[in-house]
Nanobody, 124 residues
Framework: QVQLVESGGGLVQAGGSLKLSCTAS????????MGWFRQLPRKEREFVAL????????YYADSVKGRFTISRDNAKNTVYLLMNSLKPEDTAVYYC?????????????????WGQGTQVTVSS
């Protein structure tokens, strides 16, 4: 099972930017879609963004559309999440995961190999 490690989280003021990275342990990373999710305190983990294996297709939650950009570098086994115009409500632990089965791109049950998460805190 591929292992994923997220990095790049931190504390930023509202309106600022952060770029998260998620690096996979195996070259099989390049064969599947990858997603970013986030979990706010005492809330369910929610979908943020997805990118296809080829990077030709991306998909975003309405709450981040136009502010966040997902990308990947298959040569580096890494997927990125560039977050601009951050808001306090973006504060959460951000996780990356591999899409391991078909079906909805936003359903957490279709994803596996979860990383340990990286904390993003946006101050007002």
């Amino acid at each position: 099972q591929v292992q994923l490690v997220e990095s790049g989280g931190g504390l930023v003021q509202a309106g600022g930017s952060l770029k998260l990275s998620c690096t996979a342990s195996e070259r099989t990373f390049s064969s599947g879609a990858m997603g970013w999710f986030r979990q706010l305190p005492r809330k369910e983990r929610e979908f943020v963004a997805l990118i296809s294996a080829s990077a030709r297709t991306t998909y975003y939650a309405d709450s981040v559309k136009g502010r966040f950009t997902i990308s990947r570098d298959n040569a580096k086994n890494t997927v990125y999440l560039l977050m601009n115009s951050l808001k306090p409500e973006d504060t959460a632990v951000y996780y990356c995961a591999a899409k391991i089965r078909g079906g909805s791109n936003t359903d957490i049950n279709n994803f596996g190999s979860w990383g340990q998460g990286t904390q993003v805190t946006v101050s007002s």
